[in-house]
């Protein structure tokens, strides 16, 4: 039922910055807990960052200190900042809400970081 769509990604510098978004077709950010997973080729999709239905904020420690995950209700919206951005960042981004125990997954975002 619920629908999450990625966007934002694309090629950046070492350096560089992007923010994600993910949209969700209905109100489920108002009520789920919400986070970032990433996934390179050949490897495990790994936890980036999390929101609390309360607000508090969790990061990988790889990117504690250049990545700010944030939620609009309102709008429906989960962003991820990417500041500082590595090669090593480089993967499929893929937001997540977490309500109960289902589990909602996009469709995921590409992002590259090379010179």
């Known amino acids: 039922q619920v629908q999450l769509v990625e966007s934002g990604g694309g090629l950046v510098q070492p350096g560089g910055s992007l923010r994600l978004s993910c949209a969700a077709s209905g109100s489920i950010f108002s009520v789920a807990a919400a986070g970032w997973y990433r996934q390179a080729p050949g490897k495990q999709r790994d936890l980036v960052a999390r929101?609390?239905?309360?607000?508090?904020?969790t990061y990988a420690d790889s990117v504690k200190g250049r990545f700010t995950i944030s939620r609009d209700s309102a709008k429906n919206t989960v962003y991820l900042q990417m500041n500082s951005l590595k090669p090593e960042d480089t993967a499929v981004y893929y937001c997540?809400?977490?309500?109960?125990?289902?589990?909602?997954w996009g469709q995921g975002t590409q992002v590259t970081v090379s010179s």
């Open positions: 929101i609390s239905r309360g607000g508090t904020t």
């Open positions: 997540n809400a977490n309500y109960r125990s289902d589990m909602f």
